[in-house]
């Protein structure tokens, strides 16, 4: 059974840090292109930032480019996110895919996905 588990969502103030975790199972995790979406209430689900199995490949949105830094340790069956400077447009529920296809993980099409943390940027 395929598992993605994120964590290390939360309530943060606007200008603070926050590190999303992404943890696998199920799945050789450094076989998989990986990538983080977010959904604010009210809105479709977007794509924030992609990564293929090496990290020689990665994406990002352009409202987090110089913000957000999408990583991943292999060998933990983890992938990151590191979310810098945060402003109140970036609250919404954060979810982890992952899929063969870098393309495909990119678009959000199949795959596998987390159930989602919560973040929250708020005074």
């Known amino acids: 059974q395929v598992q993605l588990v994120e964590s290390g969502g939360g309530l943060v103030q606007p200008g603070g840090s926050l590190r999303l975790s992404c943890t696998a199972s199920?799945?050789?995790?450094?076989?998989?292109?990986f990538a983080w979406f977010r959904q604010a209430p009210g809105r479709e689900r977007e794509f924030v930032a992609a990564?293929?199995?090496?990290?020689?490949?990665?994406d990002y949105a352009d409202s987090v480019k110089g913000r957000f830094t999408i990583s991943r340790n292999n060998g933990k069956e983890t992938g990151y996110l590191q979310m810098n400077n945060l402003k109140s447009e970036d609250t919404a529920v954060y979810f982890c895919?992952?899929?063969?296809?870098?393309?495909?993980?990119?678009?959000?099409?199949?795959?596998?996905w987390g159930q989602g943390t919560q973040v929250t940027v708020s005074s």
């Open positions: 199920g799945i050789v995790f450094g076989t998989y292109n």
């Open positions: 895919t992952a899929h063969p296809s870098y393309p495909n993980v990119k678009s959000g099409s199949g795959g596998y």
């Open positions: 990564a293929s199995p090496s990290s020689y490949l990665t």
